[in-house]
């Protein structure tokens, strides 16, 4: 159990437009999904937690009306980079927490975003 | 600024050798993890330590908390190239934020 998926896998879009990502937890309720940026070679950025049905909490530094994140369920948390540019592009990995608690996250296997 | 400082940031290393990395922070984690991430995926947990001074085993890996709960190492016996990957630490602060170190890119030549 535990499985934590994203959609997509990978994505290329011009500069200007918006990207959405999805982060589900299939088999659990996550009460609290990270987001994360992991820029090549370089170790993984916490961008902000998102707690279920309340706002999620930026990370300083994170502009937060460039990276809207939804939490709308226990399962489903999304991530849209608007109006994206070419120094946006990484790697986004989420993860999940479950609902009883602990100190364990389950990662998603990541989105890897491309912007020309 | 990264709060957790891994060492080294890169290893190379022939098959058989062994290998310690490094975490360390100023900050006094709630508990630290370790993770190995292979290229293009998400990071896969490896052990959680929680009690200063802790030691655990997991095969040929062995990991330790330091007393002060402030670092920890990973240190690898007879390495292998499945051991290729990228090493993670992950402090927790205040039980629920978690912060990840530098990152130690190893490989294991045969």
């Known amino acids: 159990g535990a499985v934590v998926s994203q959609h997509p896998s990978w994505v290329i879009c011009k500069s200007g437009t918006s990207v959405k990502i999805e982060c589900r937890s299939l088999d659990f309720q996550a009460t609290t999904m990270f987001w994360y940026r992991q820029f090549p070679k370089q170790s993984l950025m916490l961008m902000a937690t998102?707690?279920?049905?309340?706002?999620?909490?930026?990370e300083q530094g994170v502009e937060k009306d460039k990276f809207l994140i939804n939490h709308a369920s226990l399962t489903l948390s999304t991530l849209t980079v608007t109006s994206a540019h070419p120094e946006d592009s990484s790697f986004y990995i989420c993860s999940a927490s479950r609902a009883s608690g602990g100190y364990e996250q389950f990662f998603g296997p990541g989105t890897r975003l491309t912007v020309l | 600024t990264q709060l957790l400082e891994q060492s080294p940031q890169f290893l190379s290393i022939q098959e058989g050798e062994n290998l310690t990395v490094y975490c360390n922070s100023s900050?006094?984690?709630?508990?630290l993890q370790w993770y190995r991430q292979e290229p293009g995926e998400g990071p896969v947990l490896l052990v959680t330590?929680?009690?200063?001074?802790e030691v655990k085993k997991l095969k040929r890996l062995t990991f330790q908390f330091g007393d002060a709960r402030k670092d920890s190492s990973l240190h690898i016996t007879a390495a292998q190239p499945g051991d290729t990957g990228l090493y993670l630490c992950?402090?927790?602060?205040?039980?629920?934020?978690?912060?990840f170190g530098s990152g130690t890119k190893l490989n294991v030549k045969p």
């Open positions: 900050s006094v984690f709630s508990s």
């Open positions: 992950a402090g927790i602060y205040n039980f629920n934020k978690f912060y």
């Open positions: 330590v929680v009690t200063g001074g």
């Open positions: 998102s707690n279920e049905g309340s706002k999620a909490t930026y």
